[in-house]
Nanobody, 115 residues
Framework: QVQLVESGGGLVQPGGSLRLSCAAS????????MGWYRQAPGKQRELVAR???????NYADSVRGRFTISRDNAKNTVYLQMNSLKPEETAVYYC?????????WGQGTQVTVSS
């Protein structure tokens, strides 16, 4: 089973930017979909953005136009560029990979948006 390791989280002021990275232990080209989810305290985990093996992308309405998901198959890494961050987007951000009905998760990275 693939191992996913997120990085790039931290503390950022409202309106700031962060870029999250998700490094996989093997080739990501075999995964049909890779995505980023987030879970705030007391809330359910929600989809932020996802990207297919063909490069098609989907975004949550709340982040469209501010966040960008991308993948670098050569580096086995998926990225999430987050701009104009808001305090309500404080959460643990998780990387996800899906193939053949199997879903794999990383351990998450904390993003805190606060002044």
């Amino acid at each position: 089973q693939v191992q996913l390791v997120e990085s790039g989280g931290g503390l950022v002021q409202p309106g700031g930017s962060l870029r999250l990275s998700c490094a996989a232990s093997g080739s990501i080209s075999r995964f049909h979909v890779m995505g980023w989810y987030r879970q705030a305290p007391g809330k359910q985990r929600e989809l932020v953005a996802r990207i297919t093996s063909g490069g098609s992308t989907n975004y949550a309405d709340s982040v469209r136009g501010r966040f960008t998901i991308s993948r670098d198959n050569a580096k086995n890494t998926v990225y999430l560029q987050m701009n104009s961050l808001k305090p309500e987007e404080t959460a643990v951000y998780y990387c996800n990979a899906q193939r053949g009905g199997i879903s794999s998760w990383g351990q998450g990275t904390q993003v805190t948006v606060s002044s």
